[in-house]
């Protein structure tokens, strides 16, 4: 075997959990739960190829843990978790599982396309915590982000989290939600606390992801979603109040924003699209995620682009991940488990496309104009 297609492998592998990694750090558990099973996949694939005993029970150990992982995921975002009773003594103990700590390696630069929403997010978080003097009138504390999935809302706040020198705090339905009544809304009020002591001093930011899951209105409630939704807005109304000078910022995300009700908008005043790819975002998306690979001569990215209107960011990356697996799926099976793969070819590209479908339609994205049009600023 040479230590080349192991290594690829290996990277490929690495990939995915780095992905997933990202994605459990910002609250998305589903995609951190998917990312893991691909890990596994690699790694099971590498367990099977290299035989010597060491190096195969190493690789299926860690496709185990990346399956145990996955399904811990799968279990709790489907289950809301039970909340830690934590006392009102300390402050940031009781908001600590809400706090990212560990940061990840992605940038703005990981984020592709997005240009305008990225400069929005930095003005609309940073001048004010420069020159708050310029801000007689207050500055917008709430910041709704809203387009189709899969094209980068958790990710450029994932990036955000790197860019700027914060507090961030991640809140979504299933770490918030607690089978204790009264518990969801209390953690609520304790993340706005400790915020506004905190960001007095530097931004802090509540990150809501999934707003629509959390904050949504839906026909059968119960109690429970309504007490927190009423506190959350009680809270954002807090921090609304011209007398607050904080730099407590909430970043909603959502791909649903017609299930959100208009008290909920009314406090979120900056409303950005983010919108998916178009044929320049979607050859740079190309560009970057072949980067690792080789390509034969007659890919042609630009081509590529073309042929991917309605394929989101993250279908993309799926696509080019399937072509790529294409020619390992070849290596292996013409048994020379010791050879490199042959560069992924612009035919490997139109199978994947003939079968992978665009995951955003006309239909959706009208729905985003309408939407849009009434309610986007
Ligand atoms: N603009 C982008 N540039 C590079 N990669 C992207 C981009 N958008 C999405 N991706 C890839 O797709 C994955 C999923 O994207 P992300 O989770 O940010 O989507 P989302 O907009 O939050 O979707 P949802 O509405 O379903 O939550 C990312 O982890 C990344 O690998
Ligand atoms: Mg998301």
């Known amino acids: 075997m040479t230590v080349l297609s192991r290594e690829y492998l290996e990277s490929l592998a690495r990939r995915y959990l780095n992905e997933a990694m990202i994605n459990e750090k910002v609250g998305n558990k589903i995609d951190a739960a998917k990312n893991y099973r691909k890990a596994s996949e690699i790694f099971m694939m590498l367990s099977n190829n290299y035989k010597d005993a060491i190096s195969a ?16 995921l799968e279990k709790e975002s489907q289950i809301a978790i039970a909340v830690n009773n934590a006392g009102d003594n300390n402050l940031e103990e009781a908001v600590k599982e809400f706090i ?15 240009d305008n929403v990225k400069q929005t997010l930095i003005e609309t978080i940073v001048y004010p915590y420069k020159r708050p003097d310029l801000f007689p009138l207050g500055w917008p504390k709430g910041i709704l982000m809203y387009g189709p999935p ?10 955000l989290v790197n860019e700027i020198d ?23 009020a304790a993340i706005f606390n400790y915020a506004r002591k ?10 809501l992801d999934e707003a ?54 009314r406090r979120f005043q900056k409303r950005i699209y983010v919108p998916a790819p178009d044929l320049q975002a979607r050859r740079q998306l190309f560009e970057y995620y072949t980067k690792p690979f080789n390509l034969s001569l007659d890919v042609d990215l630009n081509k590529l682009a073309e042929l991917t209107e309605g394929y989101s960011a993250s279908d993309i990356r799926d696509i080019v991940l399937d072509a790529y ?23 490997d590209f139109l199978e994947v496309l003939k079968i992978r479908k665009p995951s955003i339609s006309k239909e959706l994205l009208k729905r985003y104009e309408e939407w849009s049009a009434m309610y986007g600023s």
């Open 212 to 265: 629509d899951a959390l904050l949504g209105v839906y026909e059968h409630e119960i109690g429970g979603e309504v007490r927190v939704r009423n506190q959350f807005l009680q809270e954002m109304d807090g921090l609304l109040d011209k007398g607050e000078k904080n730099f407590v910022y909430v970043i909603a995300a959502t791909n649903k924003p017609w299930r959100l009700d208009t008290g909920f908008l």
């Open 57 to 72: 029970s190493i690789y299926k150990s860690l496709a185990e843990s990346c399956v145990k992982k996955a399904e811990e």
């Open 100 to 114: 990212i700590v560990r940061k990840t390696s992605v940038r703005f630069e990981d984020v592709i396309g997005l």
């Open 325 to 347: 697996l294409r020619t390992l799926r070849e290596l292996f099976r013409s048994g020379d488990v010791e050879g490199k793969p042959r560069p992924i070819s612009m035919q």
């Open 198 to 207: 905190v960001g007095l001093t530097k931004p802090v930011i509540i990150f």
């Open 150 to 159: 899969g094209c980068g809302k958790t990710l450029i706040v994932a990036a």
């Open 166 to 188: 914060g507090i961030f705090m991640h809140v979504n339905a299933a770490n918030l939600m607690s089978k204790w009544l009264g518990e969801s809304e209390k953690k609520v």
